[in-house]
């Protein structure tokens, strides 16, 4: 048993107790009833179960929840499809995925969403020309399955989020 205390959608968990092997997909759906990210293959391939990971430093990434124990985030902070809506008002990229319903039976968004928003972040630090911008969404994207082929819509909704703010995302 090891003691975590984590940063969820800004607000902090814990202190908490839990099992060495509790992944965090279990921690989230079960100890706190977070349960928008989603266990899909439980193996990280798949990529449903994707949350953002907040570095100190300002810049995020993403990772799988079904292979990684909760205690690995311990004293991390981290964003879950929970906690992109402010206020009640979707974010711009949610709108864009509802606009090109992006999404079929809805499991791999949260996932999707997760690697789109980190995409967007990194691109506002680093721009692209706008010729490269279709082959770095893609492969932003790469590596989550969508069981129900919603690929291309994905695509056209992070795209869609970039070219309407292009002066924050290309060069």
Not at 38 to 50: E, I, T, Y
Not at 74 to 93: P, Q, V, W, Y
Request: aromatic letters at 8%; proline letters at 4%; a negative charge.
């Amino acid at each position: 048993m090891t003691t975590v205390r984590i940063t969820i959608n800004g607000h902090v968990y814990g202190p908490q107790e839990v099992r060495d092997d509790l992944s965090m997909n279990s921690f989230l759906r079960e100890y706190l009833g977070l349960t928008g990210t989603k266990f899909g293959c439980g193996v990280g391939q798949c990529l449903s179960c994707a949350i953002i990971v907040d570095d100190p430093d300002g810049t995020s990434s993403t990772s799988p929840t079904c292979i990684v124990p909760a205690v690995n985030f311990n004293g991390k902070s981290i964003r879950t499809i929970e906690g992109h809506a402010r206020n009640g008002a979707l974010s711009d990229l949610q709108k864009a995925f509802v606009d090109h319903f992006a999404f079929q039976c809805g499991y791999c968004t949260a996932g999707f969403l997760a690697e789109g928003q980190v995409f967007l972040e990194n691109l506002a630090r680093n721009k692209v020309p706008r010729a490269n911008l279709e082959s770095a969404i893609a492969e932003a994207l790469d590596g989550h399955l969508c069981r129900c082929t919603g690929y291309i819509k994905y695509h056209q909704a992070v795209r869609d989020v970039v070219l309407a703010n292009p002066g924050l995302y290309l060069v």
